[in-house]
């Protein structure tokens, strides 16, 4: 029996549990929600995610550890951790990554720290200032277009380490998921096309940019080497004027990589488990175009999403609440009229797979 | 919240447990053995399958009742219970099954009821003679080449209902899933080539027999609408000189319809999910030549499974135990060489694919 302890027990963990209970394995989480979604398909340890004691239960016998959360405080972090504890500091401070990005020769928007309120003292707007650290779905951060703006974030979120970036009219966000085996190998997904709506992510399309897929890989491949990595890494990039900027790492299985599930030959989940435990890497090629669409706030009825020819609802079994990911569904092989319904479904007005996904 | 409850927790509960999760459903089994493999996905009652306490106690709330395991003896069946208790009791005994198929016009191979030693007496050998209730995996049955094998025979098997049925000289075992929403609606999975070895199945390929396509799921919509039946149901076929003819019913999620899990565009156990619970059926359209290979006994070590290319490991997770199915992997798009390996590890000797899959 192989066991995996995993540090979250949110809809992550749940996913990372399905995928590898088919392949036999066993796994316990930490959480502190006593109804984490992770609890259904593992043992649950309730209680802090620095809480030393739990942590030494979590890795008790386990064959791996790992996580599905990244805001673990670093200095918590088991040393047996995977991704690397290094690659978890790496993704949980703006700045640093970015340090790391521009080491790496990866192209980046201009960005500066703000440490103090004369920082922002005469910059370029538009930018946007974010708290350095703890930041996920849009929150701590906030577009600055006027002085006015500029007033008004530093009250909300000055005091902390931030940074300065400049808001770049990208033409669009992309997502590259990658994943680093225990032996050094590596594979990639395909580009997939992401779509936020008040800081949450909407709409995933993949594949996307076929185009810049080699750019995308070669940048994420260096990252991963660059890191000691293990497991599946997500690069979120903006494309402007035809080159990729490297926005933010997520040091763990992606919202952006759902699509993988139903329409890759391995999924991200699949392979972040092969990773850690060091198998061999799964094919990650993609079986058909796919969309994922986010079901945010609460979950549409299973009939009506499943009237959608094509349509695999993924249902969190967490309770509704505004702004909150409950579920996603990815569509395979999508055309305007089933992602119109979808979106429909999903709570977006009409006529948005027109606008958003075109 | 929907709730399933299911009667047995063997590795067909685990996998409409791991369907079902995907789809954010609950479920609750009924197992006698309190390490049944379903346990990891959904609360387990530990039981007798005919324990009416524990029957009443798996249906409360539930939104569905089903069963992963035929022999649930009818009359304890509650009446809730789907695919539905005539369905069940036909399903149970070999000799009703073939006086079903004979009322719809279904070809079966000769045969006829033993219920005393006289009943055997200057029989056509060889035949095969079996148990009518009980029997799986090749168990409950003997074949008849003699009268030596008739004498022994009778000393194993005499004193329950039996019936014998001639040993055509068939050219390959063929079967059908089919599935039937509580509307009436119903949907066919390609026919699946099946090879036993003593009793068990080793492999499945589909999609076989293209050409039998047609008159397989005329024969399984005959016998789903003649059961009002609602759920997957298989029905195993000989194919002889170019013709169909039926040998059983399972009313059940069935072995040989594991390749839907990867290789089909909605898997049967989701199928059968969304049919118990009046949800539309999924499409089920192969998406690629598969390939299904039980592992029987012990589970090879997951690392030679997952180095075999596009090989997709299902490992149930049971003590290993000889002649026990623990385990089965789907090879997608199979070659000779990739099958044998796989083969290989599930203890075949070298040469078996092409021998078992010409």
């Known amino acids: 029996m192989t ?5 979250g027990g949110g809809q992550l963990g749940l996913m990372l549990g399905l995928a590898g209970a088919r392949l036999g394995l066993r796994f316990r989480f930490l959480d502190p929600a006593p109804e984490a979604p992770a609890g259904r398909v ?5 209680g802090a995610y620095d809480d ?3 942590l030494a239960r979590l890795g008790e016998g386990a064959d791996a550890l790992t996580y599905e959360f990244e805001n673990l405080p670093a200095h918590a972090a088991p040393p047996a951790l995977l991704p690397p504890p290094a690659a978890l500091a790496a993704g949980q401070d703006r700045l640093d990554e ?9 192209a980046t928007a201009p960005h500066r720290p703000v440490d103090a309120r004369d920082d922002l003292e005469g910059v370029a707007l538009p930018a946007v200032l974010k708290t350095r650290r703890l930041g996920y779905d849009g929150k701590g951060q906030a577009v600055l277009r006027d002085e006015h703006d500029v007033e008004r974030a530093w009250a909300e979120l000055g005091g902390v380490p931030l940074i300065l970036e400049e808001l770049v009219p990208f033409e669009r966000e992309l997502s590259i998921l990658a994943v680093r085996g225990r032996d050094g190998a590596t594979a990639f997904w395909s580009l997939a096309e992401n779509v936020h709506r008040e800081g949450i992510l909407r709409l995933s399309r993949a594949p996307a940019a076929p185009k810049l897929q080699a750019e995308a890989e070669a940048l994420a491949a260096a990252v991963l080497d660059e890191l000691g990595y293990v497991g599946v890494l997500c690069v979120e990039l903006f494309e402007h004027e035809g080159r990729l900027l490297a926005n933010e790492l997520a040091p763990r299985v992606h919202n952006s990589g759902h699509w993988t599930i139903d329409g890759a030959a391995t999924s991200q989940f699949e392979n972040h488990l092969r990773a850690i435990l ?3 890497l799964g094919p990650t090629h993609a079986l058909a175009p796919s969309a994922m669409v986010n079901l945010i706030g609460d979950v549409p ?5 499943l009237a959608v020819d094509g349509a695999r609802p993924h249902v969190y079994g967490k309770a509704p609440r505004p702004g909150r990911k409950v579920g996603h569904v990815t569509l395979l092989d999508p ?6 319904r979808l979106l429909g479904l999903a709570g977006e007005p009409t006529g948005s797979a027109a606008t958003i996904a075109a």
Chains 1, 2 share one sequence.
């Open 42 to 46: 593992g043992e649950l340890l309730v």
């Open 301 to 305: 009825p299973l009939e009506a999403m």
């Open 3 to 7: 066991l995996v302890g995993v540090v």
């Open 98 to 106: 970015k340090r790391l990005f521009g080491r790496l020769g990866i």
């Open 278 to 280: 060091g198998l061999p």
């Open 335 to 340: 055309d305007r009229d089933r992602l119109e």
């Open 52 to 54: 030393g004691e739990l």
